[in-house]
């Protein structure tokens, strides 16, 4: 991999209004969409923030029908949908893995249940392709074996109320949990994540293409690293996936926090675009107007008094371009 296309010029903004590790993220309308993950301790949460980068604010909507992490997010009907992820999880106890299905519209300030997936999923990547909703591969209902299981719902049907459910489709080639997936010329991509969960936590190089037409995976350019933990930081601008932050494994070293910002274009290759002002583990991210924002985190931060994890609750901004 090459050395970084930028040196980038961080701002550190206000603080979030709730510190978030894990958060899920996606941008509507110009304006950051953050929901969910772990509060301070590990705490599931059941936030949903919007973040307007015009006025630097945030403003809390309706709480989430359950504390939720391990989900990401996909546009559509007037607002998004999230699916499966880990529910409930109190300190110092686990959170379970759910098949729940939930589409929120933005106008309403609503949630609406949708049908379930077919089994509790975890860490899988949900995309959307036309008015096919995917999930793919995650964590099964014992937290650490990795289904290689890819479903699809009918949202056509749905809209019209008819009766419709998740049906089968090609498995992912390699199962694995919290991977990135995104969407690019209507192709499906899924990036890295990891072996296991409970057990051990391997990054993973793999990057996995779903065309549509054929209905079958290719193998896509391997990262340069093992790599996961970056599901609400990753997206696609300007016909490039961004992927930000997250877990690495470098060839010959211990899985670390991530402090790059990684781009793939089409029939490309992974490149460096730049540094983050520090390696943060499972933000939220997205970029406004040529200008990167990224929210949240992990730092390895912890309590003074009792050693517990906290949240990071900082939020960074940089351009990316003139």
Not at 83 to 112: C, F, Q, S
Not at 171 to 198: C, K, M, T, W
Not at 207 to 227: C, E, F, M, Q
Not at 284 to 296: D, E, H, P, Q, R
Request: net charge negative.
């Amino acid at each position: 991999m090459s050395e970084a296309t930028y040196t980038l010029d961080w701002q550190q903004l206000a603080d979030m209004p709730v510190a978030k590790w894990e958060p899920a993220s996606l941008l509507i309308g110009g304006k950051l969409y953050v929901l969910g993950g772990y509060e301070n301790y590990i705490m599931s949460s059941k936030r949903l923030h919007v973040f307007d980068p015009e006025t630097e604010i945030w403003t809390q909507l309706q709480d989430l029908p359950s504390a939720l992490s391990h989900v990401n997010l996909v546009p559509g009907e007037s607002g998004f949908w999230f699916a499966g992820g880990m529910k409930d999880k109190v300190h110092p106890g686990k959170d379970h893995i759910i098949a729940e299905v939930w589409h929120y519209n933005i106008e309403l300030n609503r949630y609406t249940a949708a049908p379930l997936l077919p089994g509790p999923r975890a860490g899988g990547g949900l995309a959307r392709l036309g008015d096919d909703l995917h999930y793919i591969s995650g964590l099964m209902a014992d937290r650490d074996t990795d289904s290689p299981d890819h479903w699809v719902l009918d949202l056509a049907a749905w809209r019209k109320g008819e009766k419709t459910d998740w049906v089968e489709a090609a498995p992912l080639p390699i199962a694995r949990n919290q991977l990135s997936v995104a969407v690019l010329n209507e192709e499906i991509y899924v990036i890295g994540g990891q072996f296991n969960h409970d057990s051990q936590q391997l990054d993973q190089t793999n990057v996995d293409i779903y065309n549509p037409t054929t209905k079958a995976w290719r193998a896509g350019p391997s990262l340069p690293y093992g790599h996961s933990h970056s599901e609400g930081a990753t997206f696609v601008y300007d016909n490039a996936i961004w992927m930000i932050g997250g877990h690495h494994t470098p060839t010959g070293d211990k899985k670390s926090f991530c402090g790059d910002v990684l781009t793939l274009k089409a029939d490309g290759e992974w490149a460096l675009q730049g540094k983050l002002p520090k390696p943060i583990s499972s933000p939220a991210a997205s970029i406004v107007k040529n200008k990167l924002y990224v929210a949240g985190g992990w730092d390895g931060r912890r309590e003074e008094a009792t050693e517990k994890w906290l949240s990071s609750p900082e939020v960074w901004v940089a351009a990316i371009s003139a």
